[in-house]
Nanobody, 120 residues
């Protein structure tokens, strides 16, 4: 089993930046890619980005260049930097992990989610 714990969410003003983090523990060797999804009330969970153990980054077509995913050298923690935050970025952001090179098609583990609210 793998446990994923997100942090870094909160209330921010439009135009600010925010960095989300997700720390993995447990059977780390069973996962390759880690990444992020987000969800707003009444909508399906939406893929945002992922990064493989080899550092390959993948972003959803709908994600603007304001989003940057990264992974620490130990490969147990990933980050999502969101610049120039907009109200539309308001969502619960979920960390995901799986055995493939992205988390687009297969997710074996989910985090509990962290709320990001962008409001003046």
């Amino acid at each position: 089993q793998v446990q994923l714990v997100e942090s870094g969410g909160g209330l921010v003003q439009p135009g600010e930046s925010l960095r989300l983090s997700c720390a993995a523990s447990g059977a780390i060797s069973s996962i390759n890619a880690m990444g992020w999804y987000r969800q707003t009330p009444g909508k399906q969970r939406e893929y945002v980005a992922s990064i493989s153990s080899g550092g390959l980054r993948n972003y959803a077509d709908s994600v603007p260049g304001r989003f940057t995913i990264s992974r620490d050298n130990a490969k147990t923690t990933i980050h999502l930097l969101i610049n120039s935050l907009k109200a539309d970025d308001t969502a619960v952001y979920y960390c995901a992990a799986g055995p493939l090179r992205t988390v687009r098609d297969r997710i074996d583990y989910w985090g509990q989610g962290t709320q990001v609210t962008v409001s003046a």
